[in-house]
């Protein structure tokens, strides 16, 4: 009879499809909404968006509509970067903020063939060497959990942010289940390393089953909470992501005029 194989091999197709749809990576095309908090104070929500990449390039988002009384800030990320296995490169990055205050801008253009970073926060331009392994601060968050989910205990990163060159760091505190509204979680708990602040204190807590999707993040002043995010739902696309293409062809980003990078 030929009623066996044949369901034989329709169920492992349907299982290796299964299994395909149940194992997400950083890079799997994903939405994430999480509920921003002051304390016990509902702020607002805030949005994180990674489509198939496009020619190689992709474009990570982040979008937040924050209010507390008054005060209003809503801010607008996109970072566009690309992938040479599983190392990230950074070409692109804006931030665009809105609200009451002071609006602003910022814009950095990665120029690595040329050696240099070319970046304006709120209207002052600077100039960075292009030294090393450095990412902008929307990407590098993939770059993290690209890095915790290959087994990497070294938690370093450089990044450009607000026109200076950073160095961040992180340690892997343990494993603790997680429960908030959205459900309950297996989680690795990270802490930001402030080895000269020891009274500011950032605690995220990643999900291994989500490609390590962050499903909280708190933030303490002084032993008090000031920040609490929470993950409220999240969406991994069921459609296989498009071939990234080798870094050295993937056609090279004109940095913008505006960033005044011919004779700055």
Do not use: C
């Amino acid at each position: 009879m030929r009623t066996l194989p044949l369901l034989f091999v329709s169920f492992t197709a349907l299982t290796q499809s299964m299994s395909a749809m149940a194992a997400p990576t950083p890079l799997t095309p994903h939405t994430a909404e999480y509920q921003v908090n002051y304390g016990d104070i509902e702020l607002g929500k805030a949005k994180y968006t990674l489509p198939n990449a496009e020619g190689g390039i992709f474009k990570y988002r982040f979008d937040s509509s924050l209010s507390l009384l008054l005060l209003t800030d809503e801010r607008h990320l996109l970072s566009e970067f690309t992938q040479n296995e599983t190392q990230l490169s950074p070409l692109r990055y804006s931030q665009q903020r809105l609200g009451v205050g002071p609006n602003f801008t910022e814009q950095t253009a990665f120029a690595k063939d040329q050696g240099f970073i070319h970046t304006r926060y709120k209207d002052k331009k600077s100039k960075f060497p292009y030294d090393g392994t450095i990412f902008d601060p929307l990407m590098v968050q993939l770059q993290f959990r690209l890095d915790i989910s290959a087994g990497k205990e070294e938690l370093d990163y450089k990044m450009v942010k607000d026109n200076e060159l950073d160095e961040y760091k992180f340690r892997v505190v343990g494993k603790e289940r997680m429960t908030i509204e959205s459900g309950s979680y297996n989680t690795v708990k990270i802490e930001v390393v402030r080895e000269n602040n020891k009274k500011r204190q950032t605690f995220f807590w990643m999900a291994p089953e989500l490609a390590y999707l962050p499903v909280r993040l708190t933030h303490f002043e002084k032993g008090s909470k000031q920040l609490d995010i929470k993950l409220l739902k999240y969406h991994f696309d069921e459609t296989a992501s498009q071939a990234v293409l080798p870094a050295e062809i993937v056609e090279k980003p004109k940095v913008p005029k505006l960033l005044g990078t011919a004779e700055d």
